[in-house]
């Protein structure tokens, strides 16, 4: 049975925590995660070295998409219900990482090549896989870094032949580049974002002007409803097509832009500082806050017994400076056991707190990479010691750091390519890591099938 959700007082909340394995970790976990368990019968059959055959109604499809310049994730809810968050579109190229001191770490090996636009990469999977086509229900933007939605291409234009390349839109006036180009290349129904003019108004800056340009013509040409996140609801990521069938399906918004679900109904409650009036300090904020990572929009998926966590860049360094900068450790009351979660960050060392983890406990874990280094050995010995069972699925990982993560290799079941988990309505699901490097999609390696807890 899943953990139920405490949320009165600091003292409940630490008494429900125990009592369910959450709160503080030592190495050496006394509750481990129960290992995602093997059945020998044949759910989705499927072979190696052939296509992924189409997803069929009453599934729920997770897509981590590798593109090498971002992150991005694709959903084919039971009832065929699409959802795409976040749209990879980090023009960092070894170009920029050469020219600009600025810029550290190497981007790893564009997919399916550096001929083919983040965007068009993104388009062509969803086209092949999404029952209908290239119409899109919702795209959720989960905070606006620029490997997340894509970056202002004059930003690097001197310096690498790619951003020099990207053209405007002719009746829209923007770039066609990340989620610009991408609502271009299929038909978004709703755009969701956590509202960029909050808690800190960007609507000045050049890349948010060109946003706000797209979303414009997106709207007047197509027709596409644009919205800011609701913390706290279910009611504003929803099924579309047959609702009535899956009941016991619900996507909960838990934060977004410094606001969490307070536990109860629809309501939330502010997390980042305030004056006196109520309203957000500035001040403050600027001072030690980083732009985006911390505003990120998480969401928690469940359907019967199958439960998802995926949380954009939620981070939790310089929380010795200021605990309200410990963007996880408020979800810490909000969640509990999931089978999947897309990890924080790309596996970064500022994310995925053992704190957040040991309520999380995760099976199967996705790391959306994109950069050498990631993700880094300190974040996955957190994330091994907590859950020592859990399955990894990366979709990149250089040479270099595999041979730094060997400690771990138990737990890695894939360094490279897409990765697809499938859902059944009893909640078993299987893993499928999918080609990157061609538009064939054909399995790479299966795993599973494992058994909803």
Known sequence: MKRKLFIHTITWAAIACGLAGCGKHSDSPQSPVTPPEEQPDEVFPARIGEALPAWTPGTLDIHTISTGRGECSFFILPDGTSMIIDAAGSLITHDVVTKDPD????????RPSINVSSATAIADYVKHFNPNGKTVDYWLCSHFDTDHMGNFPETYAALCPVSASVKKHPDGGFYLSGVNELGTLLDFKKIIDRDYTFPIDRSGEKRFKDYMRFLDWTRK?????????QVGHTDQIILNRAPSDYDDFSIRVLCGSGYYWTGTGQSSRFNLPVRGDGTPDLEAINMVSPKENIYSVAIMLRWGA??????GDLQYNNREVSPWLDAEAPLCTLVGNVEVMKANHHGNNNANSRELLDCLRPQTLLVNTWRDGQPKPGAIKDIVTTCPNVNIFTTGVSEAQRSKLSAYRNNFKSWEGHVAVRVAADGQYKVFVIDDTSLTYKIKSIHGTYRSR
């Open 221 to 229: 040409s197509k027709g596409t409803v644009y919205e800011t996140v």
């Open 103 to 110: 810029v550290s770490a190497e981007p790893l090996p564009p």
């Open 306 to 311: 199958f439960d998802m966590f995926s949380g």
